[in-house]
T-cell receptor
Framework: AQSVAQPEDQVKVAEGNPLTVKCTYS??????LFWYVQYPNRGLQFLLK??????LVKGSYGFEAEFNKSQTSFHLKKPSALVSDSALYFCAVRDPGNTPLVFGKGTRLSVIA | GAVVSQHPSWVICKSGTSVKIECRSLDFQATTMFWYRQFPKQSLMLMAT?????????EQGVEKDKFLINHASLTLSTLTVTSAHPEDSSFYIC????????????????FGPGTRLTVL
């Protein structure tokens, strides 16, 4: 069965500093990996995905993530955090079949001015 | 990307009543739709998967008689919460996928904006 772990409930960083939101996964076969962001009382916004190819994936709003197969990780990163990045971030995984996305529990990012 | 809409965006109802939530794929045909619920400050939990024209497959612990899912067409799925109670209050999010979309080899899953249900 597929699963995703986001080990941090909350991450706090100062504005302008780099940020990392961690994600590890478990899936049989090759994973499809995703990051979404959710603002209060809103739906999910897609940030980026890894399907195949380069391990470093660049997405929306300056975010990027690196697929590390040996560590089964897909950490989300941004070189310089903005206060407006403060939100709830979800990592998700699925296998290549017609299976639904499975989400991690989410990590609340707070960027402090 | 493709657009998925939900209606209503929020609803308040009295305990014991039934509420229907619609999920529509606006510019593609959704062969598969998924319904998730999200409790405050928690993750999205998959409730059920439905394929057009077939009965929905419910996740363990989800009451199929309470959460009725209909996926009668390739652009519309509905979730009906029957005899709603306060514990059913939650944020319900639908998601859709087109298995047949050309070039979509990994069958991207598109999300609706969610429906907030409050049962008094």
């Amino acid at each position: 069965a597929q699963s995703v772990a986001q080990p941090e409930d909350q991450v706090k960083v100062a504005e302008g500093n780099p940020l990392t939101v961690k994600c590890t996964y478990s899936v049989s076969g090759n994973p499809y990996l995703f990051w979404y962001v959710q603002y209060p009382n809103r739906g999910l916004q897609f940030l980026l995905k890894y399907i195949t190819g380069d391990n470093l994936v660049k997405g929306s709003y300056g975010f990027e993530a690196e697929f590390n197969k040996s560590q089964t990780s897909f950490h989300l990163k941004k070189p310089s955090a903005l206060v407006s990045d403060s939100a709830l971030y979800f990592c998700a995984v699925r296998d290549p079949g017609n299976t639904p996305l499975v989400f991690g529990k989410g990590t609340r990012l707070s960027v402090i001015a | 990307g493709a657009v998925v809409s939900q209606h209503p965006s929020w609803v308040i109802c009295k305990s014991g009543t039934s509420v229907k939530i619609e999920c529509r794929s606006l510019d593609f045909q959704a062969t598969t739709m998924f319904w998730y619920r999200q409790f405050p400050k928690q993750s999205l939990m998959l409730m059920a998967t439905s394929n057009e024209g077939s009965k929905a497959t419910y996740e363990q612990g989800v009451e199929k008689d309470k959460f009725l899912i209909n996926h009668a067409s390739l652009t519309l799925s509905t979730l009906t919460v029957t005899s709603a109670h306060p514990e059913d209050s939650s944020f319900y999010i639908c998601s859709a996928r087109d298995l047949r979309k050309p070039g979509n080899s990994y069958n991207e899953q598109f999300f609706g904006p969610g429906t907030r249900l409050t049962v008094l």
